[in-house]
């Protein structure tokens, strides 16, 4: 393909469906109720773990049959000083062998935004050039901005913010004690 080839970056409405294990970095447990979904992962994880190529997300997320994927930071002081870069093409393979090519659409969103990203959720990706619009220059020819839409969603879970919150923060308290458990074991 063409370096600059973003034809995969195009408007999609879906459902939001969490990668399970949230970082994407193996073959997605639940890739069965990822089909035809916007499928979301964690960026990461953080240092000093090894990092997870955007790359093998995307793939693992393509593989599960998701419509789009979403990365989100992790860092609730994530500001968009780096784009995430995606590596595609000749000679970029992933753990199963098979060469990458980046086929769905990819965005990136802020932690803040984390909350909106529920399970099950209505949700639309929608990407506009950028270089060359009102003499505004950033990226390779033919790049792409997208921009997450998400709707209020009615939830039938019954989760107050206070309990979702403390959900997450024991999930994430979780991964933390898992990261030490294997930090141990590599050294």
């Known amino acids: 393909t063409h370096p600059h080839d973003y034809s995969h970056c195009r408007d999609v409405t879906g459902r939001v469906c969490w990668a399970r294990p949230p970082l994407a970095d193996v073959p997605l447990w639940n890739a069965a109720e990822m089909r035809g979904k916007i499928c979301v992962v964690m960026r990461g994880p953080r240092f000093p773990a090894p ?13 599960a049959g998701a419509v789009a994927i979403v990365v989100c930071d992790w860092d609730p002081k994530g500001r968009f000083s780096t784009l995430p870069r995606i590596e595609e093409g000749e000679g970029v393979v992933m753990p199963d062998g098979k060469e990458f090519r980046c086929k769905i659409p990819t965005s990136f969103t802020l932690f803040r935004f984390l909350d909106s990203c529920q399970e099950g959720a209505v949700a639309r990706l929608m990407f506009a050039p950028v270089s ?10 033919g790049w792409k ?14 989760l107050s913010k206070e309990k979702a919150t403390a959900l997450m923060q024991e999930f994430f308290a ?7 458990v294997e930090e141990k074991l590599l050294k």
């Open 51 to 63: 990092a997870v190529n955007y790359n093998v997300k995307i793939h693992h997320a393509q593989e």
């Open 132 to 141: 060359g619009t009102y003499d505004f220059h950033i990226g390779p020819p």
């Open 145 to 158: 901005i997208g921009s997450i839409i998400v709707d209020k969603q009615e939830s039938k879970v019954g």
């Open 174 to 180: 979780a991964r933390r004690g898992e990261r030490e």
